[in-house]
């Protein structure tokens, strides 16, 4: 292993050690605190998402977009208007503001800006909607929440060593190779594998997981989480980025490390929720 790979593993390895136990005592806290980390985390990746859209666009300066970022997060917790009601008002906004601009394609411009709003609003406001919801016989706001977090992890460390160890020996073709080159069906395979395996140890040792529906959720997870990662590698490809920032030693930006937990947090909450 070459020295920068090797220094790269410490620094994801360091960010780890430091990042997964915050995220366990935010999560365990809850209300305002859990709501503190969604909202900056909203915050963050727009400004990431931005920063990929100004390839091909020119979308909203980020003093129109942090501010409709944070009137939309506020509203998931508060619930100041009807959800219909603040996209309405976002979607009418932002096409009105593009009558006084002239630069770039107004059609690509609102197109970009709405795609990137929403995808990360809505994502984030689907896991803080995860986290507040009451127990029932779908498991706590707080199980749930570490369910989706522990699946994926177990997920991206399974799909890692064997995609690494297995990888091309026994399906001998990529996964998805026009997005992703280096994923293989033997690491999408241990993905599920890992996922499956963690929620079933979720439902044997962490109170609040339902019987017989934890390792079903588990397997949900492990074979659709993978699809938001090829979104975030297709947005990034198209931008021409390898990350979607460095704000994240050894892990890229807030879309490069939560993008499978952003696609699976407004799934899991249906699969829950109507399931």
């Given at each position: 292993m070459s020295s920068l790979m090797q220094s790269n593993l410490f620094q994801r390895v360091a960010v780890a050690i430091a990042g997964i136990p915050l995220l366990l005592w935010l999560?365990?806290?809850?209300?305002?605190?859990?709501f503190a980390l969604v909202f900056a985390l909203s915050l963050m990746a727009t400004v990431e998402f931005r920063r990929l859209?100004?390839?091909?666009?020119?979308?909203?300066s980020l003093l129109v977009l942090l501010p409709l970022t944070a009137l939309i997060q506020l509203n998931f917790y508060f619930r100041f208007v009807e959800f219909?009601?603040?996209v309405l008002m976002a979607v009418l906004f932002?096409?009105?503001?593009?009558?006084?601009?002239?630069?770039?394609?107004?059609?690509?411009?609102?197109?970009s800006t709405l795609v990137g709003l929403f995808y990360v609003n809505l994502c984030f406001g689907a896991l803080l909607r995860l986290r507040l919801l009451e127990t029932s016989e779908a498991g706590s706001g707080e199980s749930l929440v570490l369910l989706l977090f522990i699946?994926?992890?177990a997920a991206d460390i399974f799909a890692y060593f064997g995609g690494s160890q297995l990888g091309g020996k026994i399906f001998g073709r990529k996964f998805f190779a026009r997005i992703s080159p280096k994923k293989t069906w033997e690491g999408y395979?241990?993905?599920?594998?890992?996922?499956?395996?963690?929620?079933?140890?979720?439902?044997?040792?962490?109170?609040?997981?339902?019987?017989?529906?934890?390792?079903?959720?588990g397997l949900f997870i492990g074979a659709v989480a993978p699809v938001g990662d090829l979104m975030e590698s297709m947005f990034k490809r198209d931008a021409?980025?390898?990350?979607s920032s460095s704000l994240i030693p050894g892990h890229g930006g807030v879309l490069d490390r939560f993008d499978t937990i952003m696609f699976m947090a407004p799934l899991l909450y249906l699969f829950v929720t109507y399931g």
């Open positions: 999560n365990m806290q809850g209300g305002l605190w859990f859209a100004v390839r091909h666009a020119y979308p909203p219909w009601e603040a932002l096409q009105v503001l593009e009558l006084w601009r002239t630069q770039g394609s107004q059609l690509m411009n609102i197109g699946c994926v992890w395979l241990s993905g599920i594998a890992g996922s499956m395996l963690a929620a079933w140890l979720c439902s044997l040792f962490i109170a609040g997981f339902p019987d017989g529906r934890a390792v079903p959720a021409g980025v390898k990350d």
